[in-house]
């Protein structure tokens, strides 16, 4: 039978203080960089380097993927913002660059036999170029000669032969039939019918040609032989299939007449045809290129009247806008899309701005005065994808995302290595464009750089995203604190002020910034790798010591540099610090109360993260709710802090309820919040306001606590140290520092301090103090004064300690719970 725990007989103020636990030394705030330890006394003595810093496992994934030339291995670039990716790999891209002896220009022709379907050249570097040329040269020759030739006595003489020719033999068969006509009593005469004339064959009456009908008439009138009418009609007949016998040779004999001419256009003028287009052949060996040759010729051979002298056109009256001529050969115009001719290196393209007409290239189009749109080959442009065939295309993977259209034809076309050129416009309604353009085999490699959550949203959202980005080069964000790193550093510095024309830095200033490389990073033992905040502040320390007239960059230009930095982010930190001065954000920094407890959270606007003081409180009573988190209850806890606040319970039932029911109602919240609570890291503050609130011990206002606890009792680390440290350090500074002042952190947060010099300074003149705490034994010890208490073999916790007082108290709980239920049966 259990020992029955006696109840105090003193109140927990007349018991005997516990020890406090001992602040961490100032050696222990922050990492300091002494000067005279880099070996150097100005950055002049520092040999620039170019070397990308602490991103071995980056670089050797880009290695791989830039070297890899099969199927899929495009690259993902993650890393946080100014960790120097982009640098990085315009700097890798520069390694890998190679000579361009590989590089295709690209072209669209017409399709003689589907317009709407332009045809894709790609050929070696430079023949591009070079058939455009040829072509318009050939054109323009031919309109020259072709005129010439039809102009040439040649010509002329071999037409006027063939013509007179089949004149002759045109005129002999008329004749023939004219005569056979006349033999027979008839004549062949025109007749009129509507507004054309046509042959007709006419009897000849008394020397006269009177037509049949008016025979017909006379007959019946009995002025004419029936017999002879008769007659006259079946002979009629009978030369009226003659005639058409004859008609139909004649237009044979024009059929001859032309075939004869277009034999001697063949003769005379396709041999200049046929000749440029061979010497064309030859120099462009390519089967598709040799198939487009044959076209232009048969069309220029079924079109040579086209290229005849042509007539200038009729100038307009003065005063009215001439309208532009449109081009009469467009159709043998060679549309040079990517022309690669005076390429030395492999392409990279960076496209800042991947729209999709950026991207993928579009069918330009012209509205013409009747309001209609027209479009041809000529208007095909090309996009970055083709821009960088053969090389390598940078892009940012969020603005590729969040263009329309984009993600997914870039996914098709690193599919299936085609390029399809289209015109794409969602804002119109309607297919701007019938127009077709062969898709063109594409030679690229994608590098897109993005960050880790996107990554992982494509990885696991999209299922193409995996085969086709086979690569993911990873940047580290911080790199170990050592001297190598050290001298990279300085090596950093070096080149951004001999890049950029800065003053030199002296060994105070450099130290001041390696300094602040610890603290961007929130660790000692490391330095952050976001180079692009290092050297904003390089430069504006330069600007400091500009505004002093000084030739060398000392500490104190360095530290202006990064105080103006905080200071341009921190008017709404400057706010909230005048409220609470005010008092309209009730913190309190002296006294002791039951149940409350200063808790510590960071507020980031983006370009600056502080940190601020949030009053929590804990009431507890009878009741079988367990811990009530007001902030859920209001919708208005994040799932990380509504977990943390459950592990509240698990650790009281740990402790107090293996001999009893744990019969207790324990509402939390957080004072003066009108916003949303996410994060575990004020659990251990939750935790000392139920067990101040359960044990009547009052909390002391000096001491602001942050941690997250398990159920164990474990004090566990948190994000964000040094900005809540500071945030509750310049509320007592502002009220006047006492020498109690302090905060509560978990231990494993020590290695994180980097604390400001001001802070230092107040706890190395004792008037300020930071504890390290493991459990929530130590810290409840730290602020109420009394020792926590541990539990004896026979279960019951030291007499007079913070535990014994809570058990008491959930054991009267209990107590009074049972009688309850028992008075209601």
Not at 389 to 395: A, E, H, I, K, N
Not at 714 to 741: M, S, W, Y
Request: glycine content about 8%; overall charge neutral; some cysteine.
């Amino acid at each position: 039978m259990k020992k029955k725990p006696r109840s105090p007989k003193s109140s927990p103020a007349h018991t005997k203080p516990a020890p406090l636990h001992k602040p961490l030394p100032v050696d222990k705030l922050r990492w300091y960089c002494n000067p005279k330890s880099l070996k150097v006394k100005t950055s002049d003595e520092i040999k620039p380097t170019r070397e990308i810093i602490g991103q071995e496992r980056a670089l050797r994934a880009l290695r791989v993927g830039l070297a890899m030339k099969h199927f899929g291995y495009n690259i993902f670039v993650t890393g946080v913002s100014g960790t120097g990716r982009t640098t990085t790999i315009k700097r890798m891209l520069h390694e890998f660059e190679m000579k361009g002896d590989g590089l295709r220009d690209h072209c669209y022709v017409f399709n003689f036999k589907n317009t709407d379907q332009p045809i894709a050249l790609s050929l070696p570097a430079g023949q591009g170029k070079g058939l455009k040329i040829d072509m318009a040269s050939f054109i323009a020759d031919l309109q020259r000669d072709i005129p010439s030739i039809y102009e040439g006595q040649r010509y002329q003489d071999a037409r006027k032969s063939v013509l007179g020719h089949f004149q002759d033999r045109q005129k002999s068969v008329l004749q023939d039939f004219e005569k056979r006509v006349k033999e027979q009593g008839f004549e062949l005469v025109q007749v009129q019918v509507g507004n054309l004339m046509r042959p007709d064959i006419v009897p000849v009456v008394a020397e006269k040609a009177t037509s049949l009908d008016e025979i017909e008439t006379l007959s019946q009138k009995g002025d004419f032989p029936k017999e002879q009418f008769e007659s006259l009609k079946k002979a009629q007949g009978v030369l009226e299939k003659q005639m058409s016998t004859v008609f139909r040779e004649l237009r044979n004999i024009e059929k001859k007449v032309q075939q004869s001419l277009t034999e001697i256009e063949e003769k005379l003028v396709m041999p200049i045809v046929d000749e440029a287009i061979q010497v064309m052949k030859v120099t462009y060996d390519d089967k598709k290129v040799h198939a487009y040759l044959d076209d232009v010729r048969e069309n220029i051979g079924g079109n040579l009247d086209r290229f005849r002298a042509q007539q200038p056109p009729p100038q307009p009256p003065q005063g009215e806008e001439q309208e532009v001529e449109e081009d009469v050969f467009l159709e043998y115009e060679v549309n040079l899309l990517v022309d690669n001719s005076q390429a030395e290196h492999t392409p990279v393209v960076i496209e800042t701005n991947p729209k999709y007409k950026n991207l993928f290239g579009t069918v330009e189009r012209v509205l013409e005065k009747g309001g209609v749109w027209r479009t041809e080959f000529t208007q095909i442009k090309a996009g970055s994808l083709l821009q960088a065939d053969g090389g390598y295309l940078v892009l940012n993977a969020l603005d590729t995302l969040v263009e329309p259209g984009v993600w997914q034809d870039l996914k098709r076309t690193l599919r299936t290595g085609k390029l399809e050129i289209l015109t794409y416009e969602p804002m119109f309604g309607f297919a701007p464009s019938g127009m077709k353009p062969e898709p063109i085999k594409l030679n690229v490699k994608v590098i897109m750089v993005g960050d880790a959550e996107l990554y992982q949203f494509l990885h696991y959202r999209d299922e193409d995203f995996q085969k086709i980005f086979k690569i993911r080069s990873d940047f580290d964000y911080e790199i170990p604190r050592n001297p190598s790193s050290v001298e990279k550093y300085l090596q950093f510095i070096k080149m951004v002020s001999d890049d950029e024309k800065l003053r030199t830095c002296d060994r105070t200033a450099m130290a001041v910034l390696l300094e602040f490389g610890l603290r961007l990073s929130g660790r000692q033992g490391k330095f952050s790798t976001r180079f692009n905040v290092i050297a904003d502040v390089i430069r504006e320390a330069n600007y400091w010591a500009g505004e002093e007239q000084k030739t060398v960059v000392s500490a104190h230009h360095v530290k202006k540099a990064i105080e103006e930095r905080l200071y341009r982010g921190a008017m709404v930190e400057e706010k909230m610090q005048e409220m609470i001065h005010e008092g309209t954000m009730m913190i309190d920094t002296v006294g002791s109360v039951v149940g409350q407890v200063n808790g510590l959270a960071v507020y980031d606007t983006g370009e600056h993260a502080f940190g601020k003081p949030s009053r929590i409180t804990a009431r507890t009573a009878l009741g079988r709710a367990g811990v009530i988190n007001i902030e859920r209850d209001a919708e208005m806890s994040g799932p990380t802090h509504n977990k943390g606040v459950a592990i509240l319970s698990g650790y009281l039932r740990s402790m107090f309820a293996q001999d009893k029911p744990l019969i207790m109602s324990a509402s939390i919240t957080f004072e003066q919040s009108y916003g949303g609570v996410d994060g575990d890291s004020a659990s251990s503050t939750e935790m000392y306001a139920i067990l101040s609130s359960l044990s009547g011990v009052p909390i002391r206002q000096e001491l602001a606590v942050t941690g997250s606890v398990n159920q164990k009792g474990e004090v566990q680390p948190i994000g964000g140290v040094n900005e809540k440290i500071e945030g509750f350090f310049d509320i007592c500074k502002a009220r006047g520092l006492t020498g109690k002042h302090g905060v509560l952190i978990p231990i494993q947060n020590v290695g994180d301090l980097m604390l400001r010099d001001d802070v230092t300074e107040a706890v190395k003149k004792k008037k300020f103090h930071v504890y390290a705490v493991s459990t929530v034994n130590q810290g409840i010890e730290i602020l109420t004064g009394v020792k926590a208490g541990d539990q004896k073999k026979d279960g019951i916790f030291e007499e007079g300690t913070i535990n014994f007082l809570a058990d008491h108290r959930l054991r009267q709980y209990a107590e009074d719970w049972r009688r309850f239920e028992a008075g209601n049966k």
